[in-house]
């Protein structure tokens, strides 16, 4: 499976930080940009954050750009979603997806995604 994996979601407090992990298997990992979704509850889904295949071009959604880093580690084959100031309206499904891309491309677009993982549920309280 070329799916990657997202965990480290979870019940925080308004105000935490959270740090959320999307692993994908080694042999493909290096191939992938890595986007960050986020679907809130009767809302729909949108772009938090995205990140090149060598991690030199990153994007963030104007919303959250001021509170949120995207990293990527290919040691580990996983790429992070660093989310501080955590609010009650960040609460929601964030999924990460793998675009089979150019080197240097960091896409917005969620069509452009090709495999997209499970998805964690974050949920912050006020």
């Known amino acids: 499976q070329d799916q990657p994996v997202e965990s480290g979601g979870g019940l925080v407090q308004a105000g935490s930080s959270l740090r959320l992990s999307c692993w994908a298997p080694?042999?493909?990992?290096?191939?992938?940009?890595i986007g960050w979704f986020r679907q809130a509850p009767g809302k729909e889904r949108e772009f938090v954050a995205a990140?090149?295949?060598?991690?030199?071009?990153?994007k963030y959604a104007d919303s959250m750009k001021d509170r949120v880093t995207i990293s990527r580690d290919s040691d580990k084959s996983t790429a992070y979603l660093q989310m501080n100031s955590l609010r009650s309206e960040d609460t929601g499904v964030y999924s990460c997806?793998?675009?089979?891309?150019?080197?240097?491309?960091?896409?917005?677009?969620?069509?452009?995604?090709?495999?997209w993982g499970r998805g964690t549920q974050v949920t912050v309280s006020s």
């Open positions: 080694r042999r493909v990992f290096s191939r992938y940009a």
């Open positions: 997806a793998a675009d089979t891309t150019v080197l240097y491309r960091a896409t917005t677009d969620p069509e452009e995604y090709n495999y």
């Open positions: 990140i090149s295949r060598e991690g030199s071009v990153t």
